[in-house]
């Protein structure tokens, strides 16, 4: 069958009618998807630069998460910093005032031998020199040598002891206090330690051995008693109770202050990606951790603050240690507010970087939108226009057929 020839006419109208349905296909698909490049055939070029903007905007998006994370971690290490400031300001507060108290510390009583230290003991002629060993609480011994032979008895002793000038301490307080027990001499040292010295020296005789010029003098073997703390020193001990209490809670707390899995007060590091790079125009902060616990007892590690010894009588009892607690505490109060400080310098840097991301990757997907979404007004009205369009050319197809149609009534 030979193909059939079709009148110019209506040839025209069919290829406009082609035309116009190939068209409304194409804008019914815009509308559709929202797009007017769906392919790399609609616009090459188009199409491979929305893609590349796309690509990279999920690639900053992946790392928003990582960002967001970092963010937190950062606001729990300041979170504890603040905290853990508070607790130090407190553990201050309890050693200052354990500080302001008067000096507290132990008493200690020696009872002195069986005999009595009368002038018959000592020898009047045999004038003797009492050697004491004064440690005061925490600090280091030191010898008291008072005189009391020469016929002194044992009331006369006291009064020698309490009264010697060696028996007195800068502040011209007493360090040791002599009383009597029926026929025993009873030594009393607050704030301190006294025992006897078996080195006592004769004025007299020479060539005596200690034990001869302990037993001249009466004091027999010294019978020392238990160390007890007076009642400052007790107060006292309860604050440093109260000081270790605060210091344990410190290194929880510091120890508490992690998120997901990172603790930057307890030495971890953070490493923050701030773009899609591998080589060396990838951006990040590298945010360093501190040791924020409070330390080894003896106050080598994190913020040092030494353990108080509370099972002894030594707990808080000298001014001097407490001076090194109150020092260590300001030394962590300078280091937490410097760490605080550089902290929320970090945490802007990373909230920056944040909404920048967020804005870029907004940026890079309304570029690529501009590329390949189509408006919607403007399809809505070609289709319109097609359609109306496509109405015209079959009714132009028809008059066309019309005209063929005309021959056959010259053959009727």
């Excluded at 790392?63 to 971690?73: A, F, P, Q, Y």
């Excluded at 030191?142 to 009391?148: E, G």
């Excluded at 302990?214 to 160390?227: C, S």
């Excluded at 060396?280 to 040092?304: E, M, N, W, Y």
């Amino acid at each position: 069958m030979s193909d059939i020839s079709l009148g110019r006419g209506i040839r025209q109208n069919l290829f406009s009618l082609q035309q116009s349905s190939d068209l409304i296909a194409t804008t019914q698909n815009r509308l559709a998807t929202g797009k007017k490049v769906n392919t790399a055939i609609d616009n090459p070029t188009n199409f491979f630069t929305a893609q590349s903007l796309n690509s990279r905007a999920k690639d900053l998006n992946g790392l928003l998460d990582g960002i967001s994370n970092s963010l937190k971690t950062v606001e729990a290490a300041d979170n504890g910093i603040r905290s853990i400031t508070k607790l130090v300001e407190n553990a201050q507060s309890v050693a200052r005032q354990a500080r302001a108290l008067t000096s507290g510390g132990t008493t200690q009583t020696l009872t002195a031998g069986a005999d009595a230290v009368t002038g018959a003991a000592a020898g009047a002629a045999n004038g003797g020199q009492l050697s004491l060993s004064f440690t005061p609480t925490g600090g280091s011994a030191s010898n008291i040598d008072i005189a009391i032979g020469g016929g002194k008895t044992l009331d006369e002793s006291i009064t020698a002891i309490n009264d010697a000038s060696s028996n007195r301490s800068a502040s011209g307080s007493r360090l040791v206090t002599a009383s009597k027990d029926g026929n025993k001499l009873v030594l009393t040292a607050a704030n301190g330690v006294v025992t006897v010295n078996a080195g006592v020296t004769a004025l007299a005789t020479a060539g005596q051995s200690d034990d001869e010029i302990i037993t001249a003098l009466g004091l027999g073997t010294p019978v020392a008693g238990t160390a007890k703390l007076d009642a400052v020193g007790e107060q006292r001990q309860a604050l440093a109770k109260q000081y270790n209490d605060i210091r344990e809670q410190i290194t929880k707390l510091a120890q508490d202050s992690g998120f997901n899995g990172v603790n930057l007060l307890n030495s971890d590091q953070l490493s923050v990606a701030f773009n899609e790079r591998t080589d060396a125009d990838k951006a990040q902060l590298t945010i360093k951790g501190t040791d924020f616990t409070a330390g080894k007892d003896d106050g080598t590690s994190g913020l040092k603050l030494k353990a108080i010894d509370v099972t002894t009588v030594n707990g808080f009892q000298k001014n001097t240690d407490l001076d090194d607690v109150d020092s260590r505490l300001n030394a962590a109060l300078s280091s937490l507010r410097s760490t605080a400080s550089t902290f929320g310098s970090q945490l802007a840097i990373v909230q920056t970087r944040k909404d920048f991301t967020n804005e870029l990757v907004n940026t890079l997907k309304s570029g690529a939108d501009g590329l390949v979404l189509a408006n919607s007004n403007e399809e809505a009205a070609n289709l319109l226009t097609l359609q109306t369009r496509q109405q015209l050319s079959s009714q132009a197809l028809a008059l066309a057929s019309q005209q063929e149609q005309s021959v056959l009534r010259l053959l009727g």
